[in-house]
């Protein structure tokens, strides 16, 4: 049956509807360590290296005969700890014709693309301060840096797979740390997967909650441990540590012994244009740096906890 006009035969009499508002809900905003880790003295080279110093408290009691003359044993050495630098890059390249024409809210093209990389670098950064492996020495290979996971050699625990975080197995990694340092350096960060810390909610009275994180740069809940032994750790749920089944990886750190350190002149995040070769513009965010570890027998790593409630 005719009938004048439906918008099904008169597309091309309509105006599109198109909202001009982007919700952008990517995981990208929860980069702790990029926003809060202290930043060291600058790296004067790609291998940055410092020394340690580590004095194990005597198990004897040492006494001396009376009028007996003074002997002289070895003195603990300083060790020397380094690490690499790694280059991480966020790139953008638009056409002229498209970084010429505003998005749908209005905004410039470029602009918004520019930080968007600004997000994708951090990320990174954040995601090789956790998980960054050490590459270094082969001509066209990239270096990289070693992480937290893998700079914590000292104490380290690889659970039977499917093992269940208990309230105990919290309580002896916060002793783990006590036994090898001083009081004024033990583990005070707990560094786990969304399913650790849910099930670290249901442990008791020792947790407090709605602890002011203001101080963290944090805009969600964090909650705070008390152990046994009279040390306060903050618990900290992370989207870049591992959950396989089997592997699943919870760091306790002593997060004022970590560090980034930035190649000395342009190591900092920062935006370089990039010569046009063509039709386009655009350029890069790109920083040089690595991690530091000042000491690391105080932090604390277990593996193979259970990845389920």
Known sequence: MAFGKQTYNSANELRESLLDIIKDISPNESNYFVSNLGKGTPALQKLHEWNLYHEARVTSEAKAIE??????????????????????????KLSRSRASIANVTGEDALSVEKERALRRLKNQMEYNLINGGVAAGSSGVASG?????????????????????????????????????????????????????????TFGTNLTRNVNAMDKKLTREVRVYDAEIGQTVMVLAHKDIRTTAGSLLVLGLREELFETAFLVGTGEPHWEDRAQTGDWKGGTYITEFTLVSANQKASVKRTGYSNSL
């Open 145 to 201: 840096m070693a992480g937290i996971e893998r700079v914590i050699s000292t104490i380290v625990t690889a659970r039977a797979s499917g093992t269940s975080f208990t309230e105990g197995e919290l309580n002896d990694m916060v002793q783990d740390s006590w036994d090898q340092v001083s009081d004024n350096y033990v583990m005070d960060l707990l560094v786990a997967p969304a399913v650790i810390k849910r099930r670290i909610a």
């Open 67 to 92: 009028g007996a003359e003074t002997t002289y044993g070895d003195l603990a050495q300083e060790e020397r700890s380094s690490n690499y630098t790694v280059t991480i890059d966020a790139s953008v």
